[in-house]
């Protein structure tokens, strides 16, 4: 007899993709949920995690395993929810880039936590290159990514990205090569920066490289480089930059799915994105030769 709570610390193992992090998850010490893990293989009579220098990595008979026990964990969900007729219970686990966690995230958990405080949420912070792989590896559930093209079906809300400086007028827009601070090359807001400057044939250099959000907006603050970042997730105290730079382009907010037939945990969650999302309003900076009025934080 396989223990659900057993199978539940398994998938949280797999998907964490280390002992370590999964046991402060689960609110275990890691000897004790590496006892778990033996027992379970011992149950099974398979190896199902293979131990190395990273953490851990599922053989094909964890994968084969981690299938079943998320469909029974979700099945078990549902089964309990429809029985009592209570609020979901259960966990999920979401990824989104930086900007979108400051920007969205507290109204969006908010409201959905409040409808369904029996649910279990995990966050995690990174960008669009590196979520979809998670996703893949079931690492989470569900993540809020980047489109470059925001006319596609599955957008949500289209954001656009903007320049940002510490004055409309900065000092370093009289550089012979403007320097930028900018994300990972593979960002979409990288590529954008790049491709508005050669297209309009203006020199500039990446000066400063972080796939941190507050590292680029601290860069931005000093006055050393230009950022670029979504129109959202610019600070009040920084300024969007029009003047004598070209014009970005929008990008589209999606959401991906790890398994093509969700939980219903996250489909409720997907579905409440869904209908929040296009609705919050914006952080939207002082624009040179812009007022203030109806300006409003979406937090």
Known sequence: MLDLALLKNFVICARAGSISLASQQVGRTQPALSMQMHRLEQLLGQTLLRRTGAGVRLTAAGEKLLTHAEALLAQHDEIFADMNGTALKGSLSLGCPEDYSIAFLPALLKGFCALHPDVELRMICAPTFELRPMLRRRQIDMALVSLADPQNASVIRKERFVWVANSATPAILQSSHLPLALSAPVTLDHRAACDAMETV???????????????????????????????????????????????????????????????????????????????????????????????????
């Open 201 to 299: 044939n203006r020199r500039y250099r990446v000066a400063y490289a972080s796939n941190s959000l507050a590292g680029l907006i601290a860069i931005a603050r000093s006055g050393h480089a230009i950022s670029v970042l979504t129109r959202t997730a610019v600070p009040t105290d920084l300024s969007i930059v029009t003047e004598g730079l070209p014009p970005l382009p929008e990008i589209g907010i999606a959401l991906e799915f790890a398994d093509e037939r969700p939980s219903s945990i996250v489909k409720a969650f997907a579905d409440h994105i869904r209908e929040v999302l296009p609705t919050l309003g914006d952080a939207s900076p002082t624009v040179a030769g812009e007022g203030t009025e109806g300006l409003r934080h979406p937090l």
